[in-house]
């Protein structure tokens, strides 16, 4: 595997994900959508492009305020919270399957690379916070299998910050779904189909009692949902 380095962060190259699509890596340049993800059902939900190249807004700070020690950001997009800790003077990286998101990131001031949350990672078992933020609860497509990969990563005093999917319509805070779907322009280009999953804040607590994971904190900001778990003092579970 080769390497590149540029600024503060350095870049993997890796076989195309598909969050390493077209559409996505052209709305992360371009800093706005329309993007969304479709469904297998043709059910398009919207992905918030503008609010992700934007600066952190009033409930990323809430998030910010809870960040203790080395953060983790599983997930990091285009890079606004890990730009945000560095500039606050944080341990910080974001890890991205997107190029792009990880040139983005390291564009605006922050440490990151380009990887799977599943693969070996710096400085594992030792971060003090991690985020999954903007549905990266959903990576894989099986949240249990995240949570306990993320027991590995944190340190055993580590707190785990998840934005959990925010109640609509019928949806509520039991949210517990998978579906395949594809990252999608609405204008006729996507990119492969791959698995996700969306938690409501009430499955989140389920899938946590049985991956070393303890609910201790829940708050909405701005039509956001957000819970904080930590660590267990316990066995851990094998890793996925």
Do not use: K
């Amino acid at each position: 595997m080769t390497h590149a380095r540029t600024g503060h962060g350095a870049v993997r190259t890796r076989p195309t994900t598909p969050w390493q699509a077209d559409p996505y890596t052209e709305a992360l340049r371009a800093g706005r959508g329309p993007l969304f993800l479709r469904r297998s059902d043709g059910r398009l939900l919207p992905l918030e492009v503008e609010r992700w190249c934007a600066a952190p807004d009033a409930a990323d700070l809430t998030v910010l305020e809870r960040c203790r020690g080395a953060v983790l950001d599983i997930g990091c997009g285009p890079g606004r919270i890990v730009a945000a800790l560095a500039a606050r003077r944080a341990t910080v990286l974001g890890i991205d399957v997107s190029p792009a998101a990880v040139a983005r990131t390291v564009h605006t001031g922050g440490r990151a690379m380009v990887g799977s949350v599943f693969e070996p990672l710096p400085r594992e078992g030792s971060w003090d916070t991690g985020l999954l933020l903007d549905g990266n609860i959903g990576i894989g497509g099986d949240p249990g299998a995240l949570l306990t990969r993320a027991t590995h990563i944190l340190g055993p005093s580590a707190s785990l910050i998840v934005e959990t999917a925010w109640p609509d319509g019928a949806e509520t805070d039991d949210l517990d779904e998978r579906f395949q779907a594809q990252v999608d322009n609405g204008a006729g280009a996507s990119g492969p189909v791959f698995t996700w999953a969306r938690l409501g804040a009430e499955a989140l607590a389920r899938y946590s009692r049985t991956t070393c994971w303890t609910p201790t904190e829940r708050w909405t900001a701005g039509g956001r949902s957000f819970v904080v778990l930590r660590r267990q003092q316990r066995d851990l579970p094998e890793p996925p």
